[in-house]
């Protein structure tokens, strides 16, 4: 449904939002974001198998989680494989392709927010986009954390400035933008 042109690579290579190995530290911000906002019941979504792992192993359950076996394109190790493997959480199957957000993805994305329970979305692909719609579907007060190569995790809080940003990126795709929104089930008022 769309995919990053190699023009682009290098606007995800900056982090968008604070960078932190501090899994405790990251969750007292995120529950500061729910309670500033007023959204007690915001999601905290990941992306990544790693962030997932540090998150759960932190005491929280991420509301979705979106993995793929693998961190920096190598396959996990066997202790968080297995962690990951043991969670009893729902979980939706898609196909993603590297470099790109299929509408398998997407569809699941706008699933998994709307379901109660916990969900993890297993990727056969790649995951690395996925922070992008996830800012864009998630209720303002949420958190989208994602892994940042090297450095530790990502959390974007999600607010009406973090959406006109990754918005910018989104719709810098190549591909059916319009239709990418629809499946995350949040057109802007200014496409539809």
């Known amino acids: 449904m769309l995919t990053l042109p190699d023009s682009l690579r290098d606007a995800f290579k900056d982090p968008l939002g604070p960078v932190t190995t501090d899994a405790d530290e990251l969750l ?19 992306v990544g198998d790693v962030v ?4 759960r192993e932190a005491g929280r359950v991420p509301d979705v989680a979106l ?8 396959a996990v190790g066997a202790e968080i494989e297995s962690a990951l493997a043991a969670a009893d959480d729902r979980r939706i199957a898609v196909e993603n392709p590297a470099a790109s957000l299929s509408a398998d993805l997407l569809e699941a994305l706008a699933e998994a927010l709307s379901d109660a329970d916990p969900v993890i979305i297993e990727v056969t692909g790649e995951e690395d986009l996925a922070a992008l719609p996830a ?8 958190s989208v954390v994602y892994g940042q190569p090297d450095e530790g995790m990502v959390r974007v809080a999600v607010t009406s400035e973090s959406r006109a ?27 539809g």
């Open 135 to 142: 800012i864009l579907a998630a209720p303002d007060g949420a």
């Open 28 to 46: 007292a911000d995120a529950a500061g974001t729910r309670g500033d906002r007023a959204a007690p019941d915001a999601p905290l979504i990941a």
């Open 67 to 74: 993995i793929d076996g693998k961190t920096e394109r190598e």
């Open 52 to 55: 997932t792992y540090h998150l």
């Open 165 to 191: 940003k990754a918005r910018e990126l989104f719709e810098a795709l190549e591909g059916d933008v319009d239709g990418a929104y629809k499946a995350i089930g949040r057109v802007p008022e200014d496409r």
